[in-house]
């Protein structure tokens, strides 16, 4: 399953979402890319979606956070794993024993999810996926 499949990160999001993020234009270039069917179909999660609303609302306001978010839900080309206690356990576990590195529980949370999902990769600007073992685009 995890062939063809894309996990977005929050850096990713938010470099799409922001006005004038410093990502910006690498993160679209890299959306148009998967819009034309590269790297498969697009996942995230609950808890990646927590911090997008969190840095967009930040960044710009609450209206476009929420706007956001309610599009990458609604969409059909967006798949949103919603992190349960047994993601967030394994998370916890992955965050306990890794002290050396600088992940958060987020980022915790997004390891277990893709390697249940079988995909080794991520739209992100977090260099941590890497460290995780992940392949980072772009």
């Known amino acids: 399953m995890g062939e063809g499949l894309i996990f977005y990160d929050t850096s990713a999001w938010v470099a799409l979402a922001?006005?004038?993020d410093r990502h910006g234009p690498e993160a679209k270039r890299l959306q148009a890319q998967v819009s034309r069917g590269a790297y498969g179909?697009?996942?995230t999660t609950s808890f990646v979606l927590d911090e997008v609303a969190t840095f967009v609302r930040m960044e710009t306001d609450t209206?476009?956070?929420?706007?956001?978010l309610r599009s990458i839900l609604a969409s059909a080309a967006i798949t949103t794993v919603w992190i349960d206690p047994g993601h967030f356990g394994s998370a916890l576990d992955l965050f306990q024993s890794h002290q050396d590195k600088r992940w958060s529980?987020?980022?915790c949370t997004s390891f277990v999810?893709?390697?249940?999902?079988?995909?080794d990769k991520a739209f992100s600007f977090d260099r941590n996926f890497e460290e995780a073992g992940f392949v980072r685009v772009p």
Do not use: C, F, Q, Y
């Open 18 to 20: 922001v006005p004038g």
């Open 41 to 43: 179909s697009i996942v």
């Open 63 to 68: 209206e476009s956070a929420v706007r956001l």
């Open 105 to 107: 529980l987020t980022d």
């Open 113 to 119: 999810v893709m390697r249940d999902l079988g995909t």
